[in-house]
């Protein structure tokens, strides 16, 4: 997957303008059709969509500007105020585009909303030459060529597809702005009447009231339906199950019910269409009339504001404009003011229009150093938005939020804290409630997380355990799973000398790559620097971390001992029973021995990892009795004291390791071996204690040592 690359737009002087701010006119009522005022100093232009009000305006720095507005759903506040290029008359060379209007003879700005804060125009070179402009932000740019034309004009645009006519060729365009993915969906075809609603291209079939849909990103056409129109459709706009078409300004009119699939008469004249609802400018009543359609029957227009009549015969989007994505009616009054009117029309329930999901994997390490996971939904209304990754276990470990008619997300990888996360198996889900009310939506998939922090036992990449076996011919391999509960493949480094031991360790440095750490025959302990899956041979990588150690009769890991996160060492010398701690310093050594236990006589001590789940290490040991006990790391460098975990258990077991999760659960389990050389697993519960056992493999008496 490749990020579509945005091409940086310096907006001169807009620090000048003034920060956005909160705006309050008053609470409105969900079905009030009481105007609430954004004072301006004029506008140049206006549209709406997903809640995103867009309007050219004198701004405090005496410069016109597009400006954004997230408009709440009730129509009462503004939340966000933004802004989306200089539009100023006065610019030099390159210009916006403009066509005449009443607000004054330098025109308007004909301009688009698409509904996730996007804003398209035309600009201008001053030699009458125009390109299409798509403002993500507002310091960034679709990254899309757009040709050069003269005469564009937006016909219609929903979440990041779009739709635009230009007179000098006679085309039609239609494009998608990818903001994550490569996606070509770019077509050029003959300008007919046309409307996107996500992926969907709806145009004029054969035959009179014939509509097709043709799916962009499939690239071919998926539904036929029959309007009931009685001309070739010359004007289209589809709102989920709405198509809104008409025969020509002052033709027939109606929209066509997809879920009923009905047609239902609407009046003529030019409009615009919102979630079960038209509204016209009624000029010789100086009214904009809304006509409610939703129950299947278009119901008597109603005035819903005074608007003049002006001059201009088709003021759609330049001093009105109406919310396909969210319900309400945006206008210039005539004081000069921004007004909402909510339509008091109930909207369809919260759904998915569209979206771009990121893979099923990501790899911190080797994504070419974009450490992100982006995905994008745009949804038929604004919404409150959660999005939550958890871990195996259900544990969450990052939340992101956002309000808006789009979900964009921009994952870093990274917990709530800033931490890298464990390797392994993920989930992430996405709950969206609709502002208004009116419905949820939510989505969910699983993610495979690599490149983070490798857990407890872990040599490999993906955060499960690994088996370290060492045979008589100095051939030491590390044992993987694909976490299924089996050891399925191995990779293995020659060489080593006999009466080697290997402890599989954790990262002691800033690479999460767990090390090894391996005693040497004379008693050096090497640490063999973290190899991300590699196997060892013993002239890989290694510094050493002093002499003496075979005073030691063991040497375990039983994770974190400490609290800071990172690996520990135990070990028992031989003549005392003393157990010391020496910890992970973080910078590739341990610090020195600090004696925590006098364990003697037991005949077995397993460094464990967290068993219980409070994320600190626990240790696992066996007395002459067969009693298998734990002991719980405090986070301290101690240890509680011990619970009883089995009684006469694992008398036969002449190997017994605490491997970490191999099963995928995220729960760290027990593997051992008997003295006839059958492997056994027990699966950990995660509350301390483990399930019954399960022979896994045989043959494994060959192995001198296994850790």
């Known amino acids: 997957m490749t ?32 105007p609430t005022p954004i004072a301006t100093d004029g506008v140049w232009g206006i549209d709406y969509a997903g809640g995103f009000l867009t309007s050219v305006e004198n701004t405090p720095s005496g410069y016109q500007w597009v400006v954004g507005r997230q408009v709440s759903a009730d129509g009462s506040t503004v939340l966000d105020k933004t802004y989306r290029g200089y539009a100023d008359i006065d610019a030099g060379g390159s210009h916006v585009q403009r066509v005449p209007c009443d607000a ?37 740019l679709s990254g899309t060529d757009e040709p050069t034309v003269t005469g564009g004009r937006f016909v219609d645009a929903t979440g990041r597809y779009y739709v635009y006519d230009a007179a000098s060729t006679g085309k039609q365009y239609v494009d998608a702005v990818a903001s994550f993915r490569t996606a070509d969906v770019r077509r050029t075809r003959s300008v007919t009447a046309a409307s996107v609603w996500g992926s969907a291209l709806w145009t004029p079939g054969s035959g009179n009231g014939v509509v097709t849909q043709y799916d962009l990103e499939a690239k071919k056409t998926v539904a036929t339906v029959s309007t009931g129109a009685p001309c070739t459709v010359k004007d289209l706009q589809v709102i989920g199950r709405w198509i809104y078409w008409n025969c020509g300004p002052t033709g027939t009119a109606g929209v066509y019910d997809r879920t009923a699939k009905k047609n ?37 227009a109603r005035a819903i504001a005074d ?73 038929n209304k604004p919404a409150n938005w959660t999005f939550t990754v958890r871990d195996a276990q259900g544990r969450t470990e990052r939340t992101i939020r956002g309000h808006g008619a789009q979900v964009e997300v921009n994952w870093d990888l990274k917990t709530d804290s800033g931490a890298y996360p464990f390797n392994g198996p993920k989930t992430w889900s996405l709950k969206a409630t609709a502002e208004d009310g009116g419905g949820t939506y939510t989505t969910g998939g699983s993610l495979g997380y690599n490149g983070g922090r490798q857990g407890f036992h872990d040599q490999g ?30 990779k293995t480094g020659s060489g080593w000398p006999a009466g080697t031991v290997a402890v599989p360790f954790g990262d002691m440095g800033a690479d999460r790559c767990a090390e090894m750490l391996v005693r040497m025959p004379n008693g050096e302990l090497r640490r063999y620097a973290g190899r991300c899956g590699e196997p060892y041979t013993p002239a890989s990588s290694h510094t050493s971390l002093g002499t003496g150690w075979n005073a030691y ?10 609290g800071d996160g990172r690996t520990d060492l135990l070990a028992r010398k031989a003549s005392t029973g003393d157990v010391y701690l020496f910890a992970n310093d973080g910078a590739s050594k341990l610090k020195p021995g600090v004696k925590i236990r006098s364990w003697a006589t037991y005949k077995k001590i397993v460094g464990a990892g967290d068993l219980n789940g409070d994320g600190f290490g626990d ?54 071996r008997d003295t006839a050389g059958n492997l056994y697993r027990n699966n950990g519960d995660g509350k301390g204690s483990f399930g019954a056992r399960t022979k896994i493999a045989t043959g494994w008496q060959g192995y001198k040592g296994v850790s």
């Open 307 to 379: 608007l003049p009549a002006g001059n201009t015969a088709d003021q759609r989007r330049l001093t009105w404009s109406v919310d396909k994505l969210g319900g309400d009616i945006a206008y210039v009054g005539a004081d000069k003011s921004i007004r909402i009117v909510q339509s008091g029309v109930p909207a369809q329930s919260l759904a998915k229009i569209e979206s771009d999901v990121d893979g099923d994997s990501v790899d911190v390490k080797g994504r070419n150093g974009v450490e992100a996971w982006g995905s994008y939904w745009q949804l």
């Open 264 to 300: 239902i008469t609407v009046p003529s004249g030019p409009a615009l269409v919102g979630d079960g609802y038209l509204v016209r400018h009624d000029r010789s009543a100086g009214k904009l009339m809304l006509t409610d359609y939703h129950s299947g029957t278009a119901a008597a």
């Open 553 to 562: 009769n063991v040497l375990t890991a039983p994770g974190d001992l400490t």
């Open 461 to 490: 990449y993906y955060s499960y355990g690994e088996l370290v076996t060492l045979n008589a011919s100095g051939a030491l391999s590390l044992q993987y799973t694909t976490g299924k509960g089996t050891f399925d493949f191995k």
């Open 3 to 34: 990020r579509r690359a945005r091409i940086a737009s310096a907006l001169v002087g807009l620090a000048a303008i003034g920060a956005g701010s909160l705006t309050t006119a008053g609470p409105a009522a969900a079905d009030t059709t009481t």
């Open 104 to 140: 004054g003879a330098e025109g308007c700005v004909p301009m688009r909303s698409f509904g996730n804060t996007y804003a398209g125009y035309f600009m201008d070179d001053a030699t009458g030459k125009q390109v299409a402009q798509i403002h993500l932000t507002e310091n960034s």
């Open 619 to 672: 240790v696992l040991v066996q007395d002459k009795a067969g009693t298998l006990w734990r002991y719980d790391g405090t986070g301290t460098g101690q240890v509680k004291e011990r619970v009883k975990v089995f009684a006469s258990w694992g008398t036969s077991y002449n190997v017994v390791v605490g491997v970490g999760d191999i099963t995928g659960d995220g729960k760290n389990d027990l593997v051992s």
